[in-house]
């Protein structure tokens, strides 16, 4: 066992120490945890479970923080209390944890639920991503949240760096569309260009190595000295709109420049293809418009 997974089992040992003996309760009366990271649960796993449970019941029973009113809050075991909802069940076992040691305490408890999750549950990157941040929130250095879930600090950081991309890439690293090493790749590209490389890469079946070229293309170009740019005045908010709306119907890098005595005695349209293949690919999108 490495260092990092004796250290989230001492943590649970801590959740599991102090706890109260085992007790069954409404399941109903039980609530998930909102730092819980998964967001999405496999209905095919879900049903598999649920079937072994109608058979052999809950064989580990539920960790619970208790509320008011008879009530409590899940710190691990959710994917087993869907699937007891799921069964039929009415009632489920659970372990109490007790408040005994304050406030502190108690929220500490839910944070080492929280690398519990992380550590048992399998996650796609984002939600993955999403868990360290709360772990983060919570006062943990990346590095304990590395030790914690048995990864390095550097694997942890780059997972963070994922929640700064565009919405919509995230989601796509979510479904599965591109990749966590896509994400990374995609990380080190400039913010403007990141939504429009992860769409090219979608539809050309990109690599990592590939998205990794383009975008330290990408980043090589806005870091040219502004003594090799070209002198021409900046195209005005209307003529860089028409350029992203080209950019966006392309999926590709669309630069406009204007004449050098400005706009109105007019300019160029340059759309960047890499190799034949894109050239290819953006003449049948232009075909296929036009026709």
Do not use: C
């Not at 008011?68 to 109490?96: K, N």
């Not at 383009?214 to 195209?235: D, H, V």
């Amino acid at each position: 066992m490495s260092a990092a997974s004796r250290g989230l089992g001492r943590g649970l040992d801590s959740l599991i120490g102090a706890a109260s003996t085992q007790q069954r309760a409404p399941i109903d009366a039980i609530a998930p945890n909102p730092s819980q990271p998964r967001r999405e649960f496999d209905d095919d796993q879900l049903a598999e479970l649920a079937a072994s449970i109608r058979a052999h019941g809950i064989l580990q029973p539920l960790l619970v923080l208790p509320l008011q009113s008879g009530r409590y809050q899940l710190i691990a075991g959710e994917r087993r209390w869907r699937a007891a909802r799921l069964a039929g069940l009415d009632s489920v076992p659970i372990v109490v944890q007790t408040d005994a040691d304050g406030a502190e305490n108690a929220s500490e408890r839910l944070t080492l639920a929280l690398a519990e999750n992380v550590q048992r549950t399998n996650l796609n990157p984002i939600e993955l991503a999403g868990a360290f941040e709360q772990l983060a929130g919570g006062g943990w250095t990346q590095q304990r949240i590395a030790d914690e879930v048995g990864k390095s600090r550097a694997a942890v950081a780059n997972a963070l760096r994922l929640l700064k991309l565009p919405q919509r890439v995230q989601d796509w690293i979510a479904s599965g569309e591109l990749s966590e090493g896509h994400g990374r790749a995609l990380a080190g590209a400039p913010p403007s260009q990141q939504e429009s490389l992860a769409q090219r890469t979608i539809e050309q079946g990109w690599t990592v190595r590939r998205l990794e070229e383009a975008a330290a293309e990408r980043s090589q170009r806005r870091r040219r000295p502004a003594s090799r740019r070209n002198t021409r005045p900046e195209p005005p908010p209307s003529v860089r709109r028409a350029a992203e709306r080209w950019q966006s119907m392309l999926s590709a890098q669309v630069d406009v420049r204007v004449a050098a005595k400005g706009p109105e005695h007019g300019g160029q349209l340059v759309i960047h293809w890499r190799d034949e293949a894109e050239l290819q690919a953006l003449t049948a999108r232009i075909s296929a418009d036009a026709d």
